[in-house]
């Protein structure tokens, strides 16, 4: 588990709430010092952690847990066999001049640690095994982690990753380690996570960093029976919880970003989920107990941010950041594995311990969601995930077992989050995201050597999944194999660009500002203005998100780098030996790898178990079957260098070298036959496009009443008019009402009006940034000031005329 990444990895991918605590409450360091005086409730809080860490109510001699400690029982001997203490490292393979290495050395202390105080282990109290863990604790101390040292390299390791895997074995160890020794070590603690690291909110200590500190700091106070740590660690969460409206942390429409400009649902918000997890956990019912009322965020966040993007287990790739590129191919049973699997069983096993501190109704509420993911993962069932902790597994098996939980279905729906540029769609029996990028939000990140070629990630990524099949599609090797230029649903410049591109931590943002949405919670218009990555490409896309499909336009497409562009219909991962069939107008086409075509007057297409795409009007498409050889170390320079092969099948249109106004139209129908794509292509009717340009891009789809459009300018499309940009969706439904559905993607218009002209009766219901609602032979509707609502959509109700 060396490697840049491992510790929070780790932390995250074991279900981490079982590896934090915290603290809160209201009870000063006085009072909290006058009550503890007798040292007792520190026991007991250092139990209750203990009780986190190894996990309760399970059998040791039943599945998944006799697998689960085994395991942990070899890992730790391997560990023992290779530890070798000499200057400048306690492993060979984890030099001490690397803080990465530091972290690394204690977080194999620490499961050296559990496998001695877990039961099934092999070894189980054996005081040898402590014996060598101490001199572990001795060696780093002397050598790297003392109050009489200074820190290098990443703060993260010094003041997180490090002193989190100390502490744990600390607890574990607790009645094996002199008064003397521990008191070194929390010295060291105290030297590199001083009060002062949580004197601000801001820079490094913000979100999931912020309570990451708090646990250091926290667990030291309980381990040091120091009430006022303690106290200071439960007065500097108290930023965490209040909803933001620009940077770090929740947003109110359920956004959650890390950097200040990345989406980081499924990685350091899964972090800050599972530490304020355990922290609840650990207080509860002590002096220090997290009372503040604005915690009710963090609760909210569990259906308004979290749950959109968990699907079958699985937590999507658009909120995961630079963890996508966390992987090793697993030989064995033991090894990191990561993936969105793996991040999706952590957040539901800190689902799961969460629920202790909401109310009862609540709490049923998540576990029949986390019971309904677990059923549905056929790809990667929880239970069977050797990365989680025990005590992870103890929680996600207790909800599996509990018969007064019926697990949830799926919804239907969908989800905008304009706060970090993501959107989310799901319809009967599959789910869809989108990945964009704009001055608010970054394109991509890299540093610490990860996601190395993460460029065109938010280019209009769209993934999807079927509820019953490809959940794999992600997990299965395809960051390290895939052709980074050719993510599915992207247009692209094919101009080479560097590893890291634009530098690590440079968060590159491209100079756009419309990028967003509008939705009436089922149907979605969704529209981003792209600008290319150190490039010149420019292009308008959007996506039209209905029942069955995603209807995707690319206009307006241009570029002077001097290399070809393409707008990417799929690339879809077939496993390391798949040869899924793919039929063009009806006709199969050749399965040898390496196989290529330009298909002329293509009108549709399917891919056998994925797919049906149709061409509106018919289309030239190139297309690729190839096998493709990559390595996690290719993009992570913490991953293994094994090679890993996969393939693929790619549908693209290509617009040539330096195209000065390119376009292109699409619908994506997950899971359609044959026969269903043959007949979508066939009914001519059944979608309009009305525009596809540098202006507007907007389309009706009569058969579902849907009228959308994209005003990247203003004018007239079709029935519908704006006088400044602005995304419009208009449902007919059919027992005679409608909604208008209006957002400002740019969130710059200090007012706006939107004309429907069709005949409207009378208004029913709109929202209070309508300043006024004409009805009558057509539709008027007069927006107050929009740059507020941080391109929210406002949503009107109206009776047809």
């Known amino acids: 588990m060396s490697g840049p990444w491992s510790r929070r990895s780790f932390l995250q991918r074991t279900g981490g709430a079982a ?145 989190q895997a100390l502490l744990d074995v600390c607890t574990l160890l607790y009645d094996h380690l002199p008064a003397t020794r521990l008191a070194d070590f929390l010295a060291a603690v105290d030297h590199f996570v001083p009060d002062s690291s949580v004197g601000s909110y801001t820079g490094t200590s913000t979100g999931a960093n912020r309570v990451d500190l708090c646990r250091s700091l926290a667990l030291r106070g309980v381990l040091g029976k120091d009430p006022a740590k303690i106290a200071l660690a439960q007065g500097a969460l108290s930023p965490v919880f209040p909803h933001v409206t620009a940077g770090d942390g929740f947003h109110a429409d359920g ?19 599972a530490g304020l997890s355990a922290l609840f956990a650990l207080l509860a019912g002590s002096a220090w107990e997290v009372t503040d009322p604005r915690r009710q965020v963090v609760l909210d966040a569990v259906e308004g941010s979290f749950a959109p993007f968990l699907y079958n287990g699985l937590m999507m790739d658009c909120v995961s950041g630079r963890s996508t590129s966390r992987g090793n191919p697993r030989t064995g049973p033991l090894g990191f594995q990561g993936g969105d699997h793996g991040r999706g069983h952590g957040v539901m096993a800190s689902i799961a311990l969460l629920g202790d501190a909401a109310d009862g109704t609540r709490n049923q509420r998540w576990r029949g969601l986390v019971k309904g993911w677990m059923q549905r993962d056929y790809y990667s069932p929880p239970l069977t995930d050797t990365d989680l902790s025990v005590a992870a597994l103890a929680r996600l098996k207790a909800v599996q077992d509990d018969s007064a939980v019926t697990a949830t279905a799926e919804p239907i729906g969908h989800r905008l989050f304009p706060a970090m540029d ?68 992207t247009t692209v410049s094919r101009k080479p660009l560097a590893d890291a591109e634009g530098g690590a931590w440079a968060l590159p943002r491209p100079d756009a500002h419309w990028v967003g949405g509008a939705t009436d919670g089922e149907f979605a218009a969704v529209g981003q203005f792209v600008r290319g990555l150190s490039s010149t490409l420019y292009a308008k896309k959007s996506w039209f998100a209905l029942t069955d499909s995603v209807v995707c336009l690319a206009g307006a497409v241009r570029s002077t780098d001097g290399f070809a562009v393409e707008t990417v219909v799929e690339n879809r991962n077939l496993g390391a030996s798949g040869a899924h069939a793919l039929v063009v107008n009806g006709v199969a086409q050749p399965a040898a790898l390496g196989w290529s075509a330009t298909l002329t007057g293509a009108k549709w297409a399917r891919i056998a178990g994925h797919a049906g795409y149709v061409f509106p009007g018919g289309a030239t498409v190139k297309a690729l079957r190839e096998a493709r050889t990559g390595s996690w170390r290719d993009i992570n320079t913490g991953g293994a260098p094994d090679p890993l092969t996969r393939r693929y099948l790619t549908l693209w249109f290509d617009h040539g070298v330096d195209p000065a106004g390119a376009a292109c139209s699409y619908i994506l129908m997950p899971g359609a036959t044959d026969a269903a794509t043959a007949a979508r292509a066939a009914d001519a009717g059944w979608l309009t496009v009305l525009a596809n340009d540098n202006d507007q891009q907007g389309v009706r789809i009569a058969s579902l009443g849907v009228t ?26 059919p027992d005679g009402t409608a909604t208008v559905c209006v957002s400002d993607p740019m969130r710059m218009q200090s007012g706006l009006t939107v004309t429907w002209n069709r005949p409207v009766a009378s208004v029913l219901s709109k929202s209070a940034t309508v300043v006024s609602a004409t009805a009558g032979s057509a539709l008027v509707l007069a927006f107050s000031d929009l740059t507020g609502q941080a391109g929210a959509t406002q949503r009107i109700r109206v009776a047809l005329g």
Not at 84 to 90: K, T
Not at 431 to 452: C, F, K, P
Not at 714 to 725: E, F, I, K, N, Q
């Open 422 to 489: 993501r959107a989310v769609h799901r319809g009967p029996g599959w789910a869809a995201s989108i990945s964009m990028a704009s001055r608010r939000m970054g394109a991509y990140e890299t540093g610490n050597g990860e996601n190395l070629r993460g460029w065109h990630t938010a280019a209009g990524m769209l993934q999807w999944w079927g509820a019953t099949y490809a959940n794999g599609q992600y997990t299965d090797a395809f960051w390290p194999t895939v052709d980074p230029y050719r993510l599915p649903g």
């Open 708 to 733: 959308a459009v994209n005003f990247w300018l203003a004018g007239t499309v079709g029935s519908l008019t704006a006088d400044r940009p602005a995304c419009v969706l208009v449902r007919e439904h």
């Open 19 to 163: 590896l934090f605590t915290g603290a809160a409450g209201p009870a000063g360091p006085a009072a909290a010092q006058a009550a503890y005086d007798a040292g007792d409730a520190y026991d007991a809080l250092r139990a209750t952690w203990r009780t986190l860490l190894l996990g309760s109510g399970f059998d040791p001699a039943a599945a998944p847990f006799a697998e689960k400690l085994a395991l942990l029982g070899t890992q730790a001997a391997g560990y023992r066999a290779t530890m070798a203490p000499v200057g400048g490292s306690l492993w060979p393979d984890l030099p001490l001049t690397a803080s990465a290495s530091i972290t690394g050395s204690y977080t194999r202390l620490a499961t050296m640690a559990q496998a001695h105080a877990q039961p099934g282990t092999g070894l189980t109290g054996s005081s040898a095994l402590v014996a060598e863990v101490r001199a572990g604790l001795d060696h780093l101390h002397s050598q790297v982690y003392s109050a009489a040292k200074s820190p290098f390299g990443n703060w993260w390791d010094f003041q997180i990753g490090s002193p």
């Open 255 to 273: 956004s959650f970003v890390q950097h200040t400009y990345l989406a980081y649902t499924g990685s350091y918000g899964a972090v800050l989920l």
